[in-house]
């Protein structure tokens, strides 16, 4: 076969074993683990369903080797725990059965133990232990570990990585990186010790050698040993690259496949987990240069999702494998449809954090474009309905899209009508931001699905209670969608007004100067855009706080490029929109003009209620998705939709 990313696509061997091709799963952690860290079913099913999209090789997340002094990484590998064992054994066993490799990361989170652990009774109440005696950010305190101490978190890596063989992991990966206690070690901003573990590079890696020696006689020879390690902590104090070249040569003798991350979680999270606002990439070039000193593979990782990047990448020989995480998530299935030449209907990964603000906030998964993600045990493949129905969809967003997709692939006749001459919904607006492209083209890609699946689409189509009979449906599925808040406000329907939903149309209109009126996310990124474009940018919010619609993932990381940008002026209420900018008064009482010749409303949406009112009960299943229903998140719309299509024909 003839492989459109031949480099991607290629066989390596590593320590004598195989991987069918460059694409590795990156460590993604479970969510439904116990309290004595056992790896539970719905997270077997999620490492799995990698598996089946045909990476080479699925890496199950951190797994805490010393719970003496650990707390945070909540996953054990203890055969004095009932059930350890085998939950481990069950899923590497689930990896393996579809052809890829089950890797194990093995972590001691060190002076940050505790941070995310299960049993928040015992969170704040063990010790925390690094390389030295400090005092943590938020106050901790850190005691520096004894000899003996390392000794026997040495000797956990070790045994730890023997029960990891035994379950039938294929790989071990160490993680050094990222500011856990490895990095710690590594770290001269973390690391003032003035024993044999400390002061010159030699003594601050002396640590990893040990634990990577340990690990050796463990596995044993022919087992592929990976480490991971930060190729720059990318904050002031923190060793640089150069310094992560030497660190590099130094384990380099000890392993077989070195991972090159970057940054360290807790100081540089946007840097570790690149965030909508970077390069696609933008780590690559420290595995690119610590490759030039080692001789082992070096593999890479910083938000890709582009198979044609990810070619270049190991055909111009800055990495030998690519690694990938949130990628996964959004299309799981994409590295077989990179081996299979269909890499343009991949789904790509928007970085917008859902995934892991869900994780944070519920200890659940979900992904935006995904409905699978995290739901994984309830079956990921479409059955053919029992029964064939006529299905309308009602709106081309992105929930009428997924909905139609859906419904056609599980063999129903669907048709699907946009109002307007585009589909895509409000994603539209999103083709004049640079950072959300991956946003705007998710509409065209879940398009291209539906009309793949068979989906009749018919665009300037409005659906009415007089097409719902003329069309006589079996199932009507409702996703009008949203409209635009536009409040009573004098002015605000002025010339030098633009709605942001219509930027992307009247962005020629936008002078120099603009006031941003409206302070969620919407507005938000729309008012980091005009700054990164250099206009001078204002943004007015009555509430006291910007953004607060925003995950917490990505709340912060927004947050940092408004400081960057824009003037805020928060706790003020619009009075007027005037040609010279918008007259407001402060909690305080006082009224202030905030200047700019133009004005981007983005007060909000609210739901097309008439459009559905009109539509409720006009067939014998109505199921109303998305911002028609109630106005939230893309990642809703999908969702709902997903479950709408799967509902149509059923107890039949």
């Not at 004595?36 to 990698?50: H, M, N, Q, V, W």
Request: glycine content about 10%.
């Amino acid at each position: 076969m003839q492989y459109q990313y031949p480099h991607l696509c290629a066989p390596i061997t590593i320590a004598g074993v195989t991987f069918r091709n460059r694409m590795f799963s990156a460590p993604m952690g479970g969510t439904d683990i116990t309290n004595d860290g056992c790896i539970g079913p719905k997270s077997t099913a999620f490492y799995e369903l990698r598996a089946k999209g045909g990476v080479a090789a699925v890496t199950v997340s951190e797994c805490m080797v010393h719970p003496a002094t650990d707390g945070s990484h909540a996953y054990h590998l203890d055969e004095s725990i009932l059930n350890s064992l085998a939950a481990a054994t069950y899923t590497a066993d689930a990896i393996r059965r579809h052809g890829a490799m089950p890797s194990l990361e093995l972590s001691h989170s060190g002076m940050y133990a505790g941070t995310y652990m299960t049993d928040k009774t015992k969170q704040h109440a063990m010790h925390q232990w690094g390389p030295s005696d400090t005092t943590r950010p938020d106050g901790v305190p850190v005691k520096a570990l004894s000899k003996e101490q390392i000794d026997d978190i040495v000797k956990a890596y070790g045994h730890v990585a023997g029960l990891a063989k035994r379950a039938g992991f294929e790989m071990i990966m160490i993680h050094g990186g990222h500011g856990w206690l490895i990095n710690q070690f590594f770290s001269p901003y973390f690391n003032h010790r003035t024993d044999e573990y400390g002061g010159s590079l030699e003594n601050r890696c002396r640590f990893a050698i040990e634990v990577l020696q340990s690990v050796r006689e463990a596995v044993g020879p022919r087992f592929p040993i990976e480490f991971r390690m930060s190729g720059s902590e990318l904050f002031e104090g923190g060793y640089d690259l150069e310094e992560g070249c030497r660190i590099a040569e130094q384990i380099e003798p000890y392993i077989d496949l070195l991972h090159v991350s970057a940054g360290t979680y807790q100081r540089g999270f946007g840097d570790t987990h690149p965030s909508m606002f970077k390069e696609h990439g933008c780590n690559v070039y420290l595995a690119a240069e610590i490759k030039k000193h080692v001789k082992v593979p070096v593999a890479t990782i910083g938000g890709l999702n582009d198979p044609a990047q990810m070619e270049e990448i190991i055909a111009s020989g800055k990495a030998d494998i690519v690694y990938m995480a949130r990628a996964l998530l959004a299309d799981p299935f994409l590295p077989n449809k990179v081996m299979a030449n269909r890499g343009d209907e991949i789904v790509r990964c928007l970085r917008c954090f859902t995934c892991m603000a869900e994780r944070a906030a519920t200890s659940t998964r979900r992904c935006t474009v995904n409905p699978l993600i995290g739901r994984e045990l309830e079956g990921d493949t479409i059955y053919p309905a029992p029964e064939k129905k006529k299905v309308l969809v009602a709106g081309g967003g992105p929930g009428g899209l997924y909905a139609a997709c859906t419904a056609a692939r599980r063999g129903h006749r669907v048709i699907l009508c946009e109002k307007d001459s585009a589909l895509g919904g409000i994603l539209k607006s999103e083709q004049a931001l640079p950072f959300k492209q991956e946003m705007y083209q998710l509409a065209g890609t879940y398009a291209a699905m539906a009309r793949k699946a068979g989906v009749e689409i018919r665009l300037n189509t409005a659906v009415t209670p007089e097409l719902v009979e003329a069309e006589a449906p079996d199932a009507l599925i409702i996703a009008v969608g949203s409209a635009p808040l536009v409040p009573p406000i004098p002015g605000l329907d002025g010339d030098n007004v633009v709605i942001v939903n219509n930027y992307y149309k009247e962005k020629d209109k936008v002078t120099d100067d603009v006031v941003v009126f409206g302070g969620g996310l919407a507005g938000c990124e729309c008012a980091i855009h005009l700054g990164m474009e250099g206009k001078r940018v204002h943004l007015v919010e009555i509430r006291d706080a910007l953004a607060p619609d925003a995950n917490v993932r990505h709340r912060p990381l927004l947050l940092k490029e408004i400081d960057k940008y824009v003037t805020v002026h928060t706790g003020c209420k619009g009075l007027e929109v005037r040609p010279d900018g918008i007259l407001c008064e402060t909690t305080d009482g006082e009224q202030v003009l905030v200047p700019g010749t133009s004005v981007i409303c983005a007060l909000g949406q609210r739901s097309r209620t008439a459009d559905v009112e009109a539509l409720r009960g006009t067939a014998p299943f109505v199921r109303i998705i998305g911002d028609a229903a109630r106005v939230s998140t893309i990642t809703n719309a999908v969702y709902w939709g997903y479950h709408a299509a799967l509902d149509i024909g059923t107890g039949c």
